[in-house]
């Protein structure tokens, strides 16, 4: 079966076809990470806009350049929540139109699900239960996939996830944004820092998270010193490592506790090559670690499309509802 997945729950337009026997077919993303930098966050109503205005033309990008045609999709799986509303509507609405046009289903996908199950899409030996750390911009939680539909979260943060303190502080540093890529950019230019920022709760005990006090650490010292680019890579270098630090021991320990060898660290912060470095290296030898493709790492149509395809073989009904907020336990 052809699966068109269709992923707009922020400001990334993404279209993928998954052929449920070959695997992904291909994908096509539109970033629009320009048309909200001005502002220094996401402005929904924009969003939604160019959603709006960009999914036609990727679908037709898409087709041509997998060579497939509109008549072979047979079912489109969109990304229901949690996102914002606008956004959310733009790809739903797309979706259901396009599926009733077509005479096929359509299915909608929980986003964090999604990233979830996103490393499965290509690494085949990955199987349930696992550990799963999931770093975004909206989220960050550590969780136990006992299998489809059996979630536990055993952490997560108490205020600001991992990625937005990324983009706060990239932006408090004059760099760009996305702010992970920018940060990890800039880190790479040094090899020691003078800073030493607290490592959050990093002995709480708990999985649990608390990134704003170290935003806020971040923060202060940025306005004390003089941004040289030398200090900008000093203060970029030990705010990675304070962040790394909290998520690599807290989800390892997880992993000892609960005697599950498979972990599985998903979302936008696992394109981060130090993050995927470190884990390799400081995990213990009984453990497997799994990250998505670099590419399905941040947000894609893919994802969807993978957990789209899942989701249509377990039977279970659906509401095609959008849900700006849903929780994981969804079914
Ligand atoms: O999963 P994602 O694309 O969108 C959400 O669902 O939120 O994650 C986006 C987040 C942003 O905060 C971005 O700064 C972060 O992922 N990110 C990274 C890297 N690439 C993206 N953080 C650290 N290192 C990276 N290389
Ligand atoms: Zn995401």
Same mark, same amino acid.
């Given at each position: 079966?052809?699966?068109?997945?269709?992923?707009?729950?922020?400001?990334?337009?993404?279209?993928?076809?998954?052929?449920?026997?070959?695997?992904?077919?291909?994908?096509?993303?539109?970033?629009?990470?320009?048309?909200?930098?001005?502002?220094?966050?996401?402005?929904?109503?924009?969003?939604?806009?160019?959603?709006?205005?960009?999914?036609?033309?990727?679908?037709?990008?898409?087709?041509?350049?997998?060579?497939?045609?509109?008549?072979?999709?047979?079912?489109?799986?969109?990304?229901?929540?949690?996102?914002?509303?606008?956004?959310?509507?733009?790809?739903?609405?797309?979706?259901?139109?396009?599926?009733?046009?077509?005479?096929?289903?359509?299915?909608?996908?929980?986003?964090?699900?999604?990233?979830?199950?996103?490393?499965?899409?290509?690494?085949?030996?990955?199987?349930?239960?696992?550990?799963?750390?999931?770093?975004?911009?909206?989220?960050?939680?550590?969780?136990?996939?006992?299998?489809? +539909?059996?979630?536990?979260?055993?952490?997560?943060?108490?205020?600001?996830?991992?990625?937005?303190?990324?983009?706060?502080?990239?932006?408090?540093?004059?760099?760009?944004?996305?702010?992970?890529?920018?940060?990890?950019?800039?880190?790479?230019?040094?090899?020691?820092?003078?800073?030493?920022?607290?490592?959050?709760?990093?002995?709480?005990?708990?999985? +649990?998270?608390?990134? /704003?006090?170290?935003?806020?650490?971040?923060?202060?010292?940025?306005?004390?010193?003089?941004?040289?680019?030398?200090?900008?890579?000093?203060? /970029?270098?030990?705010?990675? +490592?304070?962040?790394?630090?909290?998520?690599?021991?807290?989800?390892?320990?997880?992993?000892?506790?609960?005697?599950?060898?498979?972990?599985?660290?998903?979302?936008?912060?696992?394109?981060?090559?130090?993050?995927?470095?470190?884990?390799? +290296?400081?995990?213990? /030898?009984?453990?497997?670690?799994?990250?998505?493709?670099?590419?399905?790492?941040?947000?894609?149509?893919?994802?969807?499309?993978?957990?789209?395809?899942?989701?249509?073989? /377990?039977?279970?009904?659906?509401?095609?509802?959008?849900?700006?907020?849903?929780?994981?336990?969804?079914?």
């Amino acid at each position: 079966m052809i699966v068109l997945g269709i992923e707009t729950s922020c400001d990334e337009t993404g279209l993928a076809l998954y052929d449920s026997e070959k695997g992904i077919i291909g994908h096509v993303l539109n970033s629009q990470f320009k048309l909200h930098s001005k502002y220094g966050g996401v402005v929904p109503e924009l969003a939604s806009r160019d959603h709006t205005l960009k999914t036609i033309p990727l679908l037709e990008k898409l087709l041509a350049k997998y060579n497939c045609d509109i008549k072979d999709i047979e079912l489109v799986a969109f990304t229901n929540g949690p996102g914002l509303m606008g956004p959310l509507l733009t790809g739903s609405a797309f979706a259901k139109t396009l599926a009733w046009t077509l005479g096929v289903k359509s299915i909608e996908v929980n986003h964090l699900e999604a990233h979830i199950f996103s490393a499965m899409m290509t690494e085949s030996s990955l199987k349930s239960p696992f550990i799963s750390l999931l770093v975004s911009g909206g989220h960050t939680f550590l969780s136990i996939i006992e299998e489809l +539909n059996k979630y536990k979260i055993i952490g997560q943060t108490l205020d600001d996830s991992a990625g937005e303190v990324f983009d706060k502080i990239s932006r408090q540093l004059g760099l760009g944004y996305p702010g992970g890529p920018e940060i990890s950019k800039s880190a790479e230019e040094i090899n020691a820092t003078p800073f030493n920022f607290p490592r959050p709760m990093i002995n709480s005990g708990d999985y +649990n998270f608390s990134f /704003s006090g170290l935003k806020t650490h971040v923060k202060n010292t940025i306005e004390k010193v003089e941004l040289t680019d030398k200090v900008i890579s000093q203060i /970029s270098l030990d705010f990675e +490592n304070a962040i790394l630090d909290v998520l690599i021991k807290k989800t390892l320990e997880a992993a000892e506790e609960f005697k599950i060898k498979n972990i599985v660290i998903v979302g936008g912060v696992s394109a981060n090559k130090k993050l995927r470095f470190r884990f390799q +290296n400081e995990k213990d /030898s009984s453990i497997n670690i799994f990250f998505p493709d670099m590419q399905f790492s941040t947000d894609n149509g893919a994802m969807i499309a993978y957990l789209g395809w899942i989701k249509s073989q /377990s039977n279970k009904n659906t509401n095609l509802n959008i849900n700006p907020k849903p929780s994981l336990n969804i079914n």
